[in-house]
Nanobody, 123 residues
Framework: QVQLVESGGGLVQAGGSLRLSCAAS????????MGWFRQAPGKEREFVAA????????NYADSVKGRFTISRDNAKNTVYLQMNSLKPEDTAVYYC????????????????WGQGTQVTVSS
C-alpha cells in the first residue's frame, strides 16, 4: 500500500502560481511512477502530469505544457507540481496518484490516490 496526502491548494488570481505537494508513505515510494490528475465540476478526472521513478522522465497534458512542472524528491518521499501562469480553466480538485511500471495517462492505470486538494483560479 502507498498512502498519499496532497497539500498546497488554494485560491489564486489568474497569472499567479501555486506549488502542490504530495507526501507518500507505505511501500517504497521511489519504485513508483507518480502522477497528478485534476477534476473540475461536472467533468471527468483528467491527466495533468507524471514523472518516472528516478525523475529523469516526465510527461504533461498539452493544456499545461510550459506552465506546470512536476518533480520529485525520493529522499523526502514527496512529489511536487509547480503551477505557473494559472488560468481560470485550471480550477479543479487536484489529485496525486501512484503506479508501478511505466508512465501512463489513464486514471484507471493508477493504483493509489490521495484525497485531493482544491485549486481555484479567479479571473
Amino acid at each position: 500500500q502507498v498512502q498519499l496526502v496532497e497539500s498546497g491548494g488554494g485560491l489564486v488570481q489568474a497569472g499567479g502560481s501555486l506549488r502542490l505537494s504530495c507526501a507518500a508513505s507505505g511501500r517504497t515510494f521511489s519504485n513508483h511512477v507518480m502522477g497528478w490528475f485534476r477534476q473540475a465540476p461536472g467533468k471527468e478526472r483528467e491527466f495533468v502530469a507524471a514523472i518516472n521513478w528516478s525523475g529523469s522522465l516526465s510527461n504533461y497534458a498539452d493544456s499545461v505544457k510550459g506552465r506546470f512542472t512536476i518533480s520529485r524528491d525520493n529522499a523526502k518521499n514527496t512529489v511536487y507540481l509547480q503551477m505557473n501562469s494559472l488560468k481560470p480553466e485550471d480550477t479543479a480538485v487536484y489529485y496525486c496518484a501512484a503506479r508501478s511500471g511505466a508512465i501512463l495517462y489513464s486514471r484507471r492505470e493508477y493504483d493509489y490516490w490521495g484525497q485531493g486538494t482544491q485549486v481555484t483560479v479567479s479571473s
